[in-house]
């Protein structure tokens, strides 16, 4: 099953689990969970109580800029596959390929912290906002799975299995936009990941890329939408591959440019609009838990 962010009206109740490691960190909202943890976001300890004391003059996003997602994994292999993927993409990243993946602050028994990625809306929740999702957004979003692809399959040393490349493991960045316009992708949740010295990228690729595109679309997967999507449907399904995913990337970019020069300004905004609004009640979300805690007015 995809994982979210609980959305059930409000900030979620949050039960803290034991292996919490509260020795380092203060838990202040539930970000999510799925079939392997709990994701808290936290503070550090210090940054908690500088936090505390500077009640009055903090601003959210000064909170936010410090803010950890803390997941606490009790499959200790689990575990250690995340961190280890987690290292090589500290390693391996530059400026332009950074913002594309978790990052790695740091690891324990049995628990990982990244930075958080918040204000954020899983792809899962995107899809419940927009049935079905504009095809400039799918395009966009395909462009950005495919170059974080590009990235872990053909770029990093080691190369990087993700193989749970689900919509709950793709989150928009409220606080990243493209030249596109659109916000930026971040892959999350590295837990069936594999650091590998060869990968056949194409085959990793494919069935995840378009069962994305599927998804978004709302169609099974395997059939043909409507319309607009021949091209990389016969990419997708035709028996010439494999296919570069830096080449894809490329065309991708080139085909949502063309499809972005046709789109007018009320229909660009009709298609951030809802997105809009989740990431606004994501962030009001976390104001409510930066007041409860305490350390805003
Ligand atoms: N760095 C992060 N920033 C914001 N939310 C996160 C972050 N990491 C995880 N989450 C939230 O927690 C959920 C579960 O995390 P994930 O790593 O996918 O765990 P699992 O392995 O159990 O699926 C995600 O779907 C997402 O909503
Ligand atoms: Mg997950």
Redesign the pocket.
Known sequence: M????PDAGGVSPMYVVDEFPSQYYVPLA??????????Y?SLRKEDYNAAVKAKAANTFENLRSK???V?V?PDMS?QSA?VKTLQVLRDSVDKDTERMF??LINSGHPWIA?????P?I?L??LVELQEPVARELVLHLLLEMTKACHFMYEVSKPRLAHR?LHL??M?IDASYQTRSGFPGL?V?????SETVDAIDAWKEYRVDAWALVSALLQIPYGIKPAEGWDAIYQTFFSATGPVSLRELSDTMQAMLTEALANVTPEKMRSILDPIKTAIEKNEADLRHSFREAGLME
């Not at 990244?114 to 918040?118: F, G, L, N, Q, V």
């Open positions: 995809p994982d979210d962010h539930t970000a999510g969970s799925g079939s392997y943890g709990v994701v976001f803010l950890v997602a997941k994994c689990l995340e978790a990052s990244t930075k958080a990625i918040a954020s899983s899962f929740r749970d709950g493991n989150l971040v999350i949740d590295f837990d069936q």
